[in-house]
């Protein structure tokens, strides 16, 4: 894991915790597990899925009665993440707000983050 002890790696807004609520709740769902995979004109893109079980290698975030999953790989680039939920007149959807984001396409559905070496002393791992 690649958190700091007492701290969440990442934090839900109230709109964001409402809407994995209602996920979790229609379908059984354990969560949402969220990552990270290499795509899109920025280099990154956030992945979001259905958790069906929490896999022992995930960092579990539970916060009044939301659950987020993250996958191992994704730990270092999502910590200090706050996800939010925003409904527009033309979309819905969550929203990642990311210090470790060094650029972002003008979609903003493609992400470039910081070298690992800067993010690891960044957190107090280098």
Same mark, same amino acid.
Do not use: W
């Given at each position: 894991?690649?958190?700091?002890?007492?701290?969440?790696?990442?934090?839900?807004? *109230?709109? /964001?915790?409402?809407?994995i609520?209602?996920l979790?709740?229609?379908d059984?769902?354990?969560? +949402?597990?969220? #990552?990270? !995979?290499?795509?899109?004109?920025?280099?990154?893109?956030?992945?979001?899925?259905?958790?069906?079980?929490?896999?022992?290698?995930?960092?579990?975030?539970?916060?009044?009665?939301?659950?987020?999953?993250?996958? *191992?790989? /994704?730990?270092?680039?999502?910590?200090?993440?706050?996800?939010?939920?925003?409904?527009?007149? +033309?979309?819905? #959807?969550? !929203?990642?707000?990311?210090?470790?984001?060094?650029?972002?396409?003008?979609?903003?559905?493609?992400?470039?983050?910081?070298?690992?070496?800067?993010?690891?002393?960044?957190?107090?791992?280098?």
């Open positions: 894991m690649f958190g700091i002890p007492g701290k969440q790696a990442v934090t839900l807004t *109230p709109a /964001a915790t409402g809407q609520v209602k979790m709740d229609r059984g769902h354990q969560g +949402l597990r969220i #990552g990270v !995979k290499k795509g899109g004109c920025a280099g990154m893109e956030y992945t979001m899925d259905y958790a069906e079980q929490i896999d022992p290698n995930d960092e579990v975030v539970e916060q009044d009665g939301a659950r987020v999953m993250i996958a *191992p790989m /994704a730990q270092m680039f999502l910590f200090g993440t706050e996800i939010d939920y925003e409904v527009g007149l +033309l979309e819905a #959807g969550f !929203k990642f707000r990311n210090p470790n984001v060094a650029d972002a396409c003008g979609c903003g559905e493609s992400i470039k983050f910081k070298d690992v070496e800067g993010l690891s002393a960044e957190q107090g791992r280098g």
